[in-house]
C-alpha cells in the first residue's frame, strides 16, 4: 500500500512539473495551470503522498514491544534498516523465538541498537526478548535487562526437556549442589543425533560434605564438550542426595551448543 501511494504521489509531481511546460509549448502559457484552482492542492497532495508514507513508516517501524512475558531469540538474519536515531543504526532481526510452554517460532522485530552492541547482534547470537501477551508474533529486544539470567536459565531447562532430558536429571540441575566428579571409566554408546554422542560414565564424586560416591550413569553430551569428558578428568556436576545414583553434568555451553537449544527442531 505504501509504495502505491508512494507512485500516486510521485505522479502527481510529474504532472504539476510538465503541465506548465506543455501549456507554455501549445501556446497557452504556463501561468494558465499554475493559475488554475486544482494546481496548487495536486502540488500539496503529490508531496504528501510521497512524505507521509514514509515518514509514518519510521515513526510505526520504531514502536517495539516495552514489556512482556520473557523470551529468548536465535538470530537467524540482521540488516540495517537505513534508519539511525541519535547516530545508531535501526537493525532488522529475524529471530527463532523460544519461550515458556511453546515450540520455536520465527519472527521479526526492528531496534534501534548502539554502536558498541552491534557485535552482540550477528547471526547465531542468542538474545533476550519480550513477547507481547497480546500477539506472539510481536517481539521486541529486551535492551533494558528485564530478561533475567534465571528467565534464561528456566527456557533453557524448559527446551531441554523438550528435547529428551528427564525431568530428575532438570530438578539436579537446578535444585542440587555443586560437587566435583573425577571420571574413573568412560565408554562411548554411539552418535546421539542433534550433534550429541552418549557415554557410559563411572563418576567418581566429592560431595561437599567430603564423602565420596561412585556411580554409573548413561549421558548425552554435545560432541564439542568429548575433549573434556575423558578418563582422569575431573568435571563439575550438580548432585543430590535425593537421587544418589544420578548427576547432572555441569559442562560449559557455548555459542554453537545454545543454538542447537535454541533452535527450532527440523
Not at 97 to 123: D, E, K, M, N, W
Not at 125 to 149: E, H, R, T, Y
Not at 211 to 240: A, C, W
Request: proline share 6%; with cysteine.
Amino acid at each position: 500500500m505504501r509504495k502505491i501511494l508512494v507512485t500516486i504521489g510521485s505522479l502527481c509531481l510529474m504532472a504539476v512539473a510538465i503541465l506548465p511546460l506543455y501549456a507554455n509549448f501549445q501556446g497557452d502559457g504556463a501561468f494558465s495551470i499554475i493559475n488554475s484552482s486544482w494546481y496548487r492542492p495536486l502540488i500539496y497532495v503529490g508531496f504528501a503522498l510521497v512524505f507521509i508514507p514514509s515518514i509514518l513508516g519510521t515513526v510505526f517501524s520504531l514502536r517495539t514491544v516495552k514489556s512482556g512475558e520473557s523470551a529468548v531469540g536465535l538470530i537467524e538474519r540482521v540488516q540495517q534498516t537505513g534508519t539511525y536515531i541519535n547516530e545508531q543504526p535501526q537493525l532488522e532481526i529475524d529471530v527463532v523465538v523460544t519461550r515458556q510452554g511453546h515450540s520455536p517460532y520465527p519472527a521479526r522485530t526492528r531496534a534501534v541498537i548502539p554502536q558498541t552492541a552491534l557485535a552482540q547482534f550477528q547471526p547465531g547470537s542468542i538474545i533476550p526478548l519480550l513477547v507481547s501477551p497480546k500477539d506472539p508474533a510481536k517481539v521486541g529486544v529486551d535492551l533494558q535487562g528485564q530478561v533475567s539470567q534465571a528467565d534464561v536459565q528456566n527456557l533453557l531447562h524448559e527446551r531441554m526437556m523438550q528435547q529428551g532430558v528427564s525431568p530428575d536429571i532438570m530438578e539436579i540441575a537446578q535444585h542440587g549442589e555443586q560437587a566435583y566428579a573425577k571420571v574413573t571409566d568412560i565408554v562411548p554408546l554411539g552418535n546421539a543425533g542433534h550433534g550429541k554422542v552418549r557415554l557410559q560414565l563411572t563418576l567418581s564424586i566429592t560431595t561437599n560434605q567430603g564423602d565420596t560416591v561412585t556411580i554409573n550413569t548413561q549421558k548425552e553430551i554435545f560432541e564439542s564438550q568429548l575433549p573434556l569428558v575423558q578418563q582422569g578428568h575431573v568435571i563439575r556436576v550438580m548432585y543430590s542426595r535425593a537421587h544418589p545414583s544420578e548427576v547432572a553434568l555441569a559442562l560449559p555451553t557455548g555459542e554453537e551448543e545454545l543454538r542447537r537449544v535454541f533452535g527450532q527442531n527440523k
